[in-house]
């Protein structure tokens, strides 16, 4: 009897444990396998690796394969960063190159716009130029979305094929529909690296960089003048500037108001870069050495974005710094140094006549000498005046030109 209870007892637990697994709600996946937000240094690390083996791969199926996990990773954290499922790649192709801009966004209520901008593809690993840049704009993401609102939209884009010659930035320009709506562009690019952490908003002094600089005590204001070569023209702005190769520069010829930063140093030489920008030394590693402090100046500059997106005057300063853009037509118009050249040669020219007549006269008179040549002949009388032959009241007798005039030989 004992044996037979305690049959029945275990049959009932058997039971009760399948049915209890039966019934159970399945397990859900709250996230895919390694979607966690990464800090600085780590989202940086991934950067550099994916970019390292994208341009170390030697055949094109093994780079699209890698550039697949590059834009997912990018999409991945950017969903992370701003806490939305709002991330997007764009495709883009042109005659000879296409690629994908990777776009995320924190959304209000206005019509109105910030673009934050960051280049992603790189020579080689790109730790300097331009994974610090993304990383920035990582971090801003981060900080914006921790706000409860804002008073326009900022859209995250991180471009493609910037090497190639701003080919994503200007596609993304492109399909804009409303410049107007844009109240600025802030262009991150090759930050860490360089001795001094620069912003230019235009080629002199403007609301909007004031309002940037006074969010820091280590930025400053890249020189007006220093840099700048009229009578060459790369992109259309109708002078040459060493920070034009960028991707902030589609978004300021159509006129939308810009904040490019960049690391580097300027002098009365010129502008000083980073040596290891556009090679494969340009590594985490190399960066590390060159600037022990890179995640202290990207973290600080996220700050400074941050805190200046976040400024209540923020929306005024940027309509007005669009009143204090440089007419670049009317003041960098590569017609100029044509201009000048052309007037140039008129005054000379001008000059140079008057100079060969001033030598002619001086020709003409010091071509006698005094005592055996005579310059002028005595004229005939007849030459200058007519006479009618009739003598004068006084001299009845004569109508000679002597009876009038003294000649002396």
Request: contains cysteine.
């Amino acid at each position: 009897m004992k044996k037979l209870l305690l049959v029945l007892l275990a049959l009932c637990l058997s039971l009760s444990v399948v049915g209890t697994v039966a019934f159970a709600e399945p397990e859900t996946e709250s996230s895919p396998v390694g979607a966690e937000l990464l800090d600085t240094e780590n989202f940086l690390s991934r950067l550099c690796e994916l970019n390292g083996q994208l341009n170390g791969a030697s055949s094109q199926s093994v780079k699209n394969e890698i550039k697949e996990n590059l834009i997912n990773f990018l999409k991945e954290q950017f969903n992370l960063a701003v806490g939305e499922d709002v991330a997007e790649e764009k495709y883009f192709a042109s005659d000879t190159i296409s690629g994908y801009n990777i776009q995320t966004k924190i959304e209000s209520s206005s019509e109105q716009c910030v673009i934050i901008g960051a280049h992603y593809d790189a020579v080689g690993e790109g730790a300097n130029d331009n994974a610090c840049g993304v990383a920035v704009m990582f971090e801003t993401m981060k900080y914006l979305a921790a706000q409860s609102s804002l008073p326009f939209d900022v859209y995250f884009v991180a471009f493609d094929c910037e090497e190639q010659g701003l080919i994503g930035s200007q596609h993304y320009v492109n399909e804009l529909t409303a410049y107007s709506d844009v109240l600025a562009m802030f262009n991150l690019d090759s930050i860490a690296a360089g001795k001094n952490l620069y912003v230019m908003c235009e080629n002199k002094r403007t609301d909007l960089a004031d309002l940037i600089l006074s969010k820091s005590e280590t930025l400053v204001e890249k020189p007006y003048a220093a840099g700048v070569y009229n009578g060459y023209d790369t992109f259309g702005y109708g002078y040459d500037e060493f920070v034009q190769g960028s991707d902030h520069t589609p978004f300021r010829l159509a006129g939308i108001p810009v904040a490019v930063f960049f690391s580097g140093e300027y002098s009365l030489l010129g502008y000083e870069e980073n040596a290891e920008m556009n090679t494969s030394a340009d590594t985490q590693e190399n960066l590390a050495r060159i600037n022990p402090d890179y995640l202290a100046r990207i973290s600080d500059l996220s700050d400074v974005i941050g805190a200046t997106l976040t400024d209540e005057n923020f929306v005024a300063v940027a309509q007005a710094t669009r009143g204090q853009m440089i007419n670049n037509n009317a003041v960098y118009n590569r017609w100029w140094p044509v201009i000048v050249l052309l007037g140039t040669l008129i005054i000379l020219a001008v000059c140079a006549w008057l100079y060969s007549r001033k030598l002619q006269k001086k020709a003409l008179l010091g071509h006698a000498e005094v005592k055996s040549q005579k310059v002028f002949d005595k004229p005939n009388a007849e030459d200058i005046f007519s006479f009618d032959g009739k003598p004068s009241s006084e001299n009845k007798d004569s109508s000679d030109a002597d009876d009038i005039f003294t000649f002396k030989n």
